[in-house]
């Protein structure tokens, strides 16, 4: 079992910068990638961004030159820098790790943390 911590959301104007870590409970190299999702009121969640166990990254089009995924693998944690922020990007953001192997990127998540909130006013 692995368990994620979600940290670093909270209230940004519109243009602003955050920063969310997600704290992972084993090495993030033994398991198959880490990825941050969204889910807006009303809305389907969405995988927002990616990161292979290799390093390789994938990103939706919605978020593409303002959001930034990376990971610190001494700490375990995996972060999405996020700028230029919408009041359309306000949901709950979820970490997930250890997608399945069958596409990239993962389709199904086998773990995911609780989320925090990410609210972006106009």
């Known amino acids: 079992q692995v368990q994620l911590a979600e940290s670093g959301g909270g209230l940004v104007q519109a243009g602003g910068s955050l920063r969310l870590s997600c704290a992972a409970s084993?090495?993030?190299?033994?398991?198959?990638?880490m990825g941050w999702h969204r889910q807006a009121p009303g809305k389907e969640r969405e995988l927002v961004a990616a990161?292979?166990?290799?390093?390789?990254?994938h990103y939706d089009d919605s978020v593409k030159g303002r959001f930034t995924m990376s990971r610190d693998n001494a700490e375990n944690t995996a972060y999405l820098e996020m700028n230029s922020l919408k009041p359309e990007d306000t949901a709950v953001y979820y970490c997930?790790?250890?997608?399945?192997?069958?596409?990239?990127?993962?389709?199904?998540?086998?773990?995911w943390g609780q989320g925090t909130q990410v609210t972006v006013s106009s």
């Open positions: 997930a790790a250890n997608g399945d192997g069958s596409s990239w990127p993962p389709r199904h998540w086998a773990f």
């Open positions: 084993v090495s993030i190299f033994s398991v198959n990638g």
């Open positions: 990161i292979s166990r290799s390093g390789s990254t």
